[in-house]
């Protein structure tokens, strides 16, 4: 029945692909023609933004405490329980996005860009572009690869062992399903289906929650209180100083930073903002997005807390990675409809990152790299075969990478996506920054060694801290300081603009 029901979920996207990919063109598959409503684009852009890994992650991660983050990561990674402590995270992000709503996108719609590292070279030239552009394909290659991996290792442990299925198998049907409903239409198909997405993934969120406080006899008033007088409930934590990875400001502004570059400075989230029909729109639904953002997170936080309630109710022996206590609980001591829903509501939040992921990797290098045009007008004969190619490339590289990330443990998924990103997009908030803060020209050729020096060092400070610092860790802070290092070189490569006249 699970797997009728997730071919009929496949059906369905497939139906939404032809429907949206009829007469495509690679401006469709850019830019959507610049005709997405634009609240479509915010809800769905809820689900891509907490994809598969907020949806096993952030409920397991309430529950986490020093012993536990001991015993997965060998060291002492936690001064305290992390609770709602995310939620300090979730409150930068408002400051982030606001950012990106007064600056960013009016700078992006100014410029008609379609890649927005396109930017990076009309502001500082070739290398530079190729280096912003080539910071965002790592990094989104290999967080497209964790969150694939993420649903992949729950639907192998979970179904598909159960069939015989390899794991290498399990990966090659996802990862060709995606490509299948996306190769044509792009990011206009992905702004309908990502709508489709987040429902299935808030469905399954709510009835989870809904089956919790009908197990537990209370109503949802009641649930609201459960969790509100729960150790789990705290939010603020700002006992133990710079030192602690939970402390307030540290998680507020590496919140704020974060939103900008992982969302403001990254293709995969901006090409959806720039579909829309106009700055004004797109600016209206990165207000809409955020506030329902934060209720989302809020949301999923109190599922966390009561998983773990729930648990300690029916004596359940949790296990050992914070990462399987959702999946745990939903496949195999929740009834089977509560299974069903949240196998949907699981697929859909990750698949809803991972297929934008890719069409965002082929818009960033067809466009960068190839040299491809989304203006109608000035589309080559060969220019389609070229972006279609580019997408099979990179839909068999994530394939492989999740292959080999089987091999890969350690702690919750999403402080790993969270710490790499501090090393690949920290050089992109130096580039944009001191683009749109200074009016300095860089010697564009060294463009990528410095912002790679940067990167460099900003990992061994981030390695040594506590030795260096006294103890102090940077925790998702490292963004911060690989910024501020990458404007510090790019100054150190440039010289004031020359003044018309001169």
């Not at 009309?122 to 552009?133: D, L, M």
């Not at 429902?199 to 009908?214: C, D």
């Not at 690949?424 to 060694?449: C, E, Q, S, V, W």
């Not at 150190?492 to 006249?501: R, V």
């Amino acid at each position: 029945m699970i797997l009728l029901l997730i071919c009929g979920y496949f059906v369905l996207l497939m139906v939404i692909s032809w429907l949206t990919s009829r007469r495509a063109t690679n401006a469709t598959f850019f830019k959507a023609d610049n005709k997405s409503p634009w609240y479509l684009v915010a809800f769905g852009m809820i689900g891509a933004s907490l994809s598969g890994v907020t949806f096993i992650s952030i409920p397991g991660l309430v529950g986490a405490t020093p012993e536990v983050m001991k015993l997965l990561t060998g060291t002492a990674t936690l001064k305290a329980n992390i609770y709602f402590s995310y939620m300090q995270v979730v409150m930068g992000y408002i400051v982030g996005y606001a950012v990106i709503a007064l600056v960013l996108l009016p700078l992006y719609y100014r410029l008609r860009l379609t890649s927005i590292y396109q930017y990076l070279g009309q502001r500082f030239g070739y290398y530079t572009q190729k280096a912003g552009s080539a910071y965002f394909l790592v990094s989104r290659v290999i967080g497209a690869s964790f969150r694939i991996y993420l649903v992949a290792i729950v639907l192998q442990n979970f179904m598909m062992d159960a069939f015989g299925i390899p794991f290498w198998a399990t990966i090659l049907i996802m990862v060709t399903l995606i490509w299948a409903y996306t190769y044509k239409g792009g990011i206009k198909t992905i702004i309908y289906t990502d709508t489709l997405q987040t429902l299935f993934m808030l469905i399954a969120v709510v009835a989870t929650i809904a089956y919790i406080g009908s197990s537990m006899g209370q109503s949802f008033t009641e649930i609201l209180n459960t969790v509100k007088n729960s150790e789990y409930s705290k939010v603020f934590f700002f006992d133990n100083g710079w030192s602690d990875p939970n402390f307030f400001f540290k998680q507020f502004f590496s919140g704020a930073l974060m939103a900008i570059v992982m969302t403001g400075l990254d293709q995969d989230m901006m090409q959806k903002n720039l579909t829309c029909r106009s700055l004004k729109e797109a600016q209206l639904n990165m207000g809409s997005f955020v506030f329902v953002l934060f209720f989302v997170n809020a949301l999923f936080l109190s599922l966390g807390a009561l998983l773990y309630i729930y648990s300690s109710n029916i004596g359940l022996s949790l296990p050992k990675s914070t990462d399987n206590l959702f999946p745990l609980l939903a496949l195999r001591h929740f009834p089977t409809y509560i299974s069903v829903i949240f196998l949907l509501g699981f697929i859909a939040a990750a698949f809803s990152s991972a297929d934008s992921a890719l069409t965002s990797l082929t818009t960033s290098f067809s466009t960068d790299f190839l040299g491809i045009s989304s203006n109608p007008d000035d589309e080559q004969p060969n220019d389609k075969k070229k972006r279609i190619f580019t997408h099979i490339v990179f839909s068999l590289i994530v394939m492989g990478l999740v292959i080999l990330a089987d091999q890969y443990s350690g702690d919750a998924v999403i402080n790993k996506l969270f710490k790499f990103a501090g090393y690949t997009y920290g050089p992109l908030l130096g580039m944009f920054a001191f683009g749109i803060f200074t009016h300095r020209k860089i010697n564009d050729r060294l463009a990528i060694p410095v912002t790679l020096a940067a990167a460099i060092l900003a990992v061994l400070l981030d390695l040594y801290s506590k030795t260096l610092f006294n103890g102090f860790t940077f925790g998702f802070f490292i963004l911060a300081v690989n910024g501020f290092l990458t404007f510090l070189a790019l100054y150190l490569i440039s010289k004031p603009a020359k003044m018309d006249g001169e």
